[in-house]
């Protein structure tokens, strides 16, 4: 159901906004809380790589790792899409898989993970970018065991020359 939720508020912002302006590749740093809804709480500290190449009209790629407070590691990549409302608001929902270590935080039930995410935020004249996120983390059913995670981060976006 989160799912559905996040898919369905993306499409509606998506029909009636409009791509944001090319600014460059990004580099972004994020810190948080992991697993807000359990017992399990974690800081979280992120680092990304969003490339500004379109794939299909605002879809973009990225890739990056997270780490928590208590040595839980998840190395991923997805795609995500830049939309801005108004003069420097934007939105950005995002969808990624990878490799989840629990360390000795919480266990996701398998090694594969799957993130969701809803970011907002203000991009500057400069084309850097402050943020904050929210999103779930989980194996999406491959095993039994899948407790997930929510969490809450704020980034910052640093317009980088590209690969």
Known sequence: MKHTSLLL??????GFSTPAKAGGDLLSLGLGYYDIND???AADFRMEYRWDSPLLWVIEPWAGAEVTSDGAI?????LLADIKIG???????????GLYYKGNGK???????FRSQLEMG??????SRIGIAGGH????G??????GAEYLNLYYHIPVGGF
């Open 9 to 14: 508020v993306a499409l509606i912002i998506l």
């Open 122 to 127: 203000w991009e500057f004249e400069n084309s």
């Open 74 to 78: 998840y190395g991923l990549g997805g």
């Open 142 to 147: 491959l095993d039994n065991k899948n407790p």
């Open 87 to 97: 003069s420097g608001f934007l939105v950005t929902p995002s969808f990624g898989a």
């Open 107 to 113: 266990d996701l039930g398998h090694i594969i993970a």
């Open 137 to 140: 983390i989980s194996n999406a």
């Open 39 to 41: 017992n399990e709480e």
